[in-house]
């Protein structure tokens, strides 16, 4: 645990990653359910549509910022553990 806290920001930018990433998640679902629920106007499904495109993007790019923070926390605390031997 002492090494996970040696270094809090990238912790901390990894947690509200995935918090983000994972309400994202449920904006899709958001959407869909919005899309099959109430179908009617074209033009306003074809707004949700897009809605739940974007927020598919913005959450895979940012699933991928989280893996990249988190293997680069992973490595930092290897090498910490490799110093401290």
């Given at each position: 645990m002492k090494l996970v806290r040696a270094h809090p920001g990238m912790v901390a930018w990894a947690a509200s990653l995935g918090l983000v990433v994972g309400l994202l998640g449920?904006?899709?679902a958001f959407f869909?359910?919005?899309a099959v629920d109430r179908p009617g106007d074209p033009k306003f499904l074809a707004w949700i549509?897009?809605?739940?495109a974007v927020a598919a993007i913005l959450r895979a790019g940012l699933a991928v910022i989280r893996r990249w923070i988190q293997v680069g926390l992973g490595r930092k605390i290897?090498?910490?553990l490799r110093a401290d031997s």
């Open positions: 449920w904006a899709i869909l359910k919005y549509a897009l809605g739940a290897e090498s910490d």
